[in-house]
């Protein structure tokens, strides 16, 4: 028969143990600026493996940084959320990627958290089976225009995609991409304009999608940038 007070004293120990990481799982560290302000009490670390399994972590804005423990040893994406003392949202720091694929533990730098701009991301295709080879494109030029500004941001064609979120300033936008061939950058093919394109504020990543571009016949016009404002 089990001593009574060996039976209390094995149960007081195993209510105590400390649970401690997996040695054989890697870590991320997320550090931050400080960027807090008056405002920003709490930063919220959301960390998704390739899998679409998530793990969240909150920690005090002004200790610039947390440890993400025990993670999948795969492609993780790291996003984070300034937040106020209610839980609001003030900004949002653009999502990166961390590759633990090796199973080593990384560090990764949010360099800030946006509050008055966005992000989008955007891919393209052709029409009618065409590549950015057959309508000889070599560069790609994204048209984002609201009557007030012109926004222009390009890359290479042949990715199709940018592979990166573009920072935007807020406001509804009329969508255009047009590619470009070597040497007198005339536009070869272009999607057809897309009206309303919402782009929110404090940090929102914005997937625009793939746009489809058709070959222009003889080449395509670029709308030029609006006149600027009276003072502007």
């Known amino acids: 028969m089990i001593d009574l007070r060996l039976a209390v004293l094995f149960a007081a120990t195993v209510g105590c143990m400390r649970v401690y990481p997996d040695p054989e799982l890697p870590d991320v560290i997320v550090e931050w600026p400080d960027t807090c302000g008056d405002d920003g009490v709490t930063v919220r670390i959301d960390v998704v493996s390739a899998d679409g399994s998530a793990i969240s972590r909150d920690a005090t804005c002004a200790d610039g940084s947390v440890r993400v423990e025990d993670l999948e040893r795969t492609s993780q994406t790291i996003t984070a959320s300034l937040l106020d003392a209610s839980g609001g949202v003030l900004g949002r720091a653009m999502p990166s990627e961390v590759d633990l694929r090796a199973g080593h533990s990384r560090r990764t730098y949010l360099p800030e958290f946006a509050r008055d701009h966005s992000f989008y991301r955007i891919a393209w295709t052709f029409e009618g ?58 536009a070869v093919a272009a999607s057809q304009p897309r009206p309303d394109v919402i782009i929110p504020d404090r940090g929102v990543l914005v997937d625009l999608g793939a746009i489809a571009l058709t070959r222009c016949t003889p080449l395509c016009g670029i709308p030029s940038p609006p006149e600027p404002l009276p003072g502007g």
């Open 129 to 186: 089976g065409e590549t950015c080879a057959s309508v000889d494109a070599t560069t790609m030029l994204i048209d984002l225009q609201n009557g007030e500004r012109a926004l222009w941001d390009g890359g290479p064609c042949a990715g199709g995609t940018l592979g990166y979120p573009v920072p935007v300033e807020p406001g509804t936008y009329t969508l255009q991409l047009f590619a470009r061939r070597a040497g007198d950058d005339a």
